[in-house]
């Protein structure tokens, strides 16, 4: 079928177009937030962890996409007063026995698809990168732009085993006793624009 050098022109400018109306809004470093909470038998550790990237892709004044990545060099621990026990657990974080920082030094969330469910939230679907493994992973966001300003709030709630986080989980080791980790842990991001 030989097409008509307007309707060739209309293919060719239409996805040019889409393009052109899509805008990437960077995240600000100092007013985002990303924080961690994990519990296991006998306490809860909680933190933060710095933003090192992030952004949203804004089409016909809705978000359409958007990733952010996170600097897992800069994991702290938040609930400790003894700074001690604080380098202790922030040590142990790093290491092997938790997410090889040394190895891979940063985690990513890509947005895949977007679905609004009511208001300004949103059922949100995407690849969930930790120790440079790739997982979908699901969740409700909370989306919406105010003085100019868009705002990203959501909570993850993550199973550290899947990314092969093992270190004390009931699911691979018996007889823990008070020394059990829950697999669980949550991440919660909020992320607000430049």
Known sequence: MKLS????????????????????VPMDFETS??????KKITAEH???????RGELLISDGKVSGGSFEVDMTTIIDLDLAEPGLRKKIVYQLKS???????????ASFKIE??????G???HVAGGMTIKGKTLPVEFDALIKVQGGKWTFDATLELDR?????????????????????Y???KITVKLVSK
């Open 161 to 181: 085993t899947r990314w092969n986080v093992r270190y004390r989980s009931g699911k691979f080791f018996e007889n823990l006793g008070d020394n059990l980790i």
């Open 46 to 52: 909680n933190g933060t962890v710095n933003l090192s």
């Open 5 to 24: 050098p307007v309707l060739r022109f209309i293919l060719v400018i239409l996805p040019i177009a889409a393009l052109a109306s899509a805008e990437n």
């Open 183 to 185: 697999d669980i842990f």
């Open 96 to 106: 092997d026995d938790f997410f090889s920082v040394d190895q891979f030094p940063t």
């Open 120 to 122: 300004d939230t949103y």
């Open 33 to 38: 937030k990303v924080l961690w909470s994990a």
């Open 113 to 118: 698809s977007l679905k609004k469910t009511s």
